[in-house]
């Protein structure tokens, strides 16, 4: 959580960008393994110097995307440029785009240093250059002094530093990333992600990074797209895709999706956005209320998560801080009626469901009325 | 109490096994410093003699190098198409690919005396007589796989995320072969070589078959034995035989399970057996 500190002005996009070329423009783009459409019609703008993520479970195409991009996969349809060329029909080892890939792919038979100078001495870069430039990428990931050493004798989030020190060291137009930090453990993985973002920020890179884990999307990206079945649900910054899931699917993905039906109407309400209110309590001016029955408390610690039936229909999840004056418990226990609100602004209309991707709002609305989004993108 | 008692049990087991599986050889190696001509227990002497008599024997000097030319060239005809196929194999996706991959294989389960009487009616046939080639030719069939099966192994295993990755940082070609994908098969062609020139120098059956009126050193210990003559001297060969194909073998096991496949599988994350 902790995202509702942040104005809905999020971080990245600004106006000096709209004046350059994208640093990645995809347009069309569709790849299919026999039957199924691995990336199924994807356009997308990446600016130069953002931190871009692709979000999605596993299976949605990201991995797919990244090899199109880098040049691993030919595209059945669609373009691929890079800063403005279209390297569609290129070859790997001729785009200007490098990889960490997942299992970091070292040259086991090279040192470390080697390893990283190997995108230079491809580029035929003079020895004494190659070395002072591969020990300060070796510097920027915080690895100095390992470079003698093979990748056997390093740890594995060691490892993952030095496949983004081989990476940046070529100072590529564009870094793709997949999952890198998925075989650290979950302390390492919050401390990469920290050092990721500020190494993205020290070399101005653009970075497309992929991850199925919400919460890193959230945290380290200025913007965002949310796969599914290979094609993106909805593109915006951590706090439009957070506070304003475009579809039921991006609702559930990311975070508790609390999805309601009124009025013939379909809404999401994040659960740290709902007001429980204690006996005789009044809400705040502009709120919508409503009754609901506990069905259940459970107690996590900062917080406490309500689950909630509310008697005009559907049900919430509702996530309350533990302040001083709000311990657990002070609302009552499972099986009480209590007041439930929110501000009308809170509660976003959800525009479109598709292919019934959230399984838990499928209660909430008759099969017969789903509106449609966009429609060329519906599938049976 | 019960695993104590049962981890004594299989340490007899295990020791049982060993013994009987080395005792003979370990007997054979002994005889060879008899210094008698007559095996016999117990022996009359120590000697070393017989390691003079083998080695300046006009027929057992032939028999070594004609083993020892036919191991070579074997192992080079297998170098080159065993790591052929097993690149081809690999790298593309073609109609019957694991039909080739299937028959490549074949010869090595097959009995050797069907791939001698094959390969000696094919000859006839053809109108080839048996000589240097011939032999060489049916110890191929059995070596290319070992060579195939030893790369192809070690390409599955390390080549794709690698070669990519040296792909992703702009090499490509002979360039990028010469300095990631050659190095990283380096041993694993090694220890296939090694083994493949091992399974040639001590090979009798498809030889029979192959080989017409000359002897291979293994052929020669067959008859000597059959005949009778000779015996210390076979066992001074057989003691020779032994050191040329163990040593290879090891030193490919050390290759590819001591060092080259270990290291080249613990650079990611994932754990290969084996
Ligand atoms: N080389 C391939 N051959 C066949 N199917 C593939 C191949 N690569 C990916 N797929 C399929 O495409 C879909 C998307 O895969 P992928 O891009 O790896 O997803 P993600 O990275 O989001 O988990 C999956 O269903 C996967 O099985
Ligand atoms: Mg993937």
């Known amino acids: 959580m902790g995202m509702q500190n942040q104005g809905p002005a999020g971080r990245g996009t600004t106006a000096w960008r709209q004046d350059r070329v994208p640093a990645v423009r995809l347009a069309g783009l569709r790849k299919s393994f026999g039957q199924l459409a691995a990336v199924d019609g994807v356009d997308l703008e990446v600016p130069q110097g953002e931190f871009f993520t692709m979000l999605g479970p596993s299976g949605s195409g990201k991995t797919t995307m990244l090899r199109l991009i880098a040049g691993f996969e030919q595209p059945d349809s669609g373009v691929i440029e890079l800063a403005g060329a279209d390297v569609t029909r290129k070859p790997p080892y001729s785009r200007d785009v490098n990889t960490v890939f997942q299992d970091y792919a070292l040259f086991p038979h090279m040192s470390v240093l080697e390893n990283v100078e190997y995108g230079l001495r491809v580029r035929r870069v003079p020895r004494a250059e190659r070395r002072s430039r591969a020990n300060a990428a070796l510097e920027i990931v915080r690895l100095p002094g390992l470079g003698g050493r093979k990748p056997v004798q390093l740890s594995g989030g060691q490892r993952q530093r030095v496949a983004l020190a081989r990476a940046i060291v070529n100072e590529p137009e564009v870094l793709l990333l997949d999952e890198p930090l998925g075989a650290l453990d979950a302390k390492l993985r919050q401390e990469m992600q920290l050092e990721l973002k500020r190494i993205q920020r020290e070399v101005g890179i653009t970075f497309i990074y992929v991850t199925h884990d919400q919460e890193e999307a959230l945290t380290m990206s200025d913007r965002l797209a949310v796969f599914d079945r290979g094609q993106i649900e909805q593109l915006g910054t951590p706090v439009q895709v957070y506070e304003q899931p475009a579809t039921d699917f991006v609702a559930g993905f990311i975070g508790i999706s609390n999805v309601l039906e009124r009025g013939g109407r379909r809404f999401t309400i994040r659960p740290e956005k709902i007001c429980l209110l204690a006996d005789g309590e009044q809400p705040p001016t502009g709120s919508h209320i409503e009754q609901g029955r506990i069905d259940d408390v459970i107690y996590l610690g900062s917080a406490t998560r309500y689950q909630l039936t509310l008697s005009g229909g559907g049900q919430l999840t509702a996530v309350r801080q533990n302040t001083q004056d709000a311990v657990a418990g002070t609302l009552g226990a499972a099986g009480q009626t209590i007041g439930v609100a929110w501000r009308e602004d809170q509660a976003y209309e959800i525009a479109g469901r598709r292919r019934g991707a959230a399984a838990s709002a499928d209660d909430l609305a008759p099969a017969g009325q789903r509106p449609v989004r966009h429609e060329g993108r519906e599938r049976g | ?274």
């Open chain 2, 1 to 274: 109490m019960e695993g104590r008692l049962a981890r004594i049990g299989l340490r007899i087991w295990v020791g049982g096994v060993l013994l009987f599986l080395f005792v003979p050889i370990g007997i054979i190696c002994f005889y060879a410093f008899n210094s008698s001509n007559v095996q016999s227990w117990p022996i009359h002497g120590l000697s070393v003699k017989w390691f003079s008599v083998a080695w300046h024997d006009p027929q057992v000097r032939a028999a070594f190098l004609l083993s020892l030319r036919a191991a070579i060239f074997a192992t080079v005809v297998a170098l080159l198409l065993g790591s052929a196929a097993a690149f081809g194999v690999h790298r593309f996706r073609f109609f019957g690919r694991e039909a080739v991959s299937l028959l490549l294989v074949l010869p090595l389960s097959l009995p050797g005396i069907i791939t001698g009487i094959a390969l000696n009616s094919a000859f006839n046939f053809a109108g080839i007589g048996l000589s240097l080639l011939t032999i060489i030719i049916g110890h191929a069939t059995f070596c290319i796989v070992v060579v195939y099966n030893n790369v192809l192994a070690r390409l599955r295993r390390v080549s794709g995320s690698v070669n990519e990755a040296a792909a992703d940082l702009g090499a490509h070609g002979l360039f990028l072969f010469r300095t990631v994908t050659l190095p990283m098969l380096s041993t694993a062609v090694i220890s296939g070589a090694l083994l493949a020139f091992a399974l040639s120098f001590d090979e009798v059956i498809v030889t029979t078959f192959t080989a017409g009126a000359q002897n291979t050193l293994p052929l020669w210990v067959f008859g000597a034995i059959r005949l009778g003559q000779d015996l210390p001297e076979v066992n001074v060969v057989v003691v020779g035989v032994l050191l040329l194909t163990v040593v290879p073998v090891i030193a490919a096991a050390r290759l590819t399970g001591g060092g080259g496949i270990t290291r080249g599988s613990a650079a990611g994350p994932r754990i290969s057996g084996g």
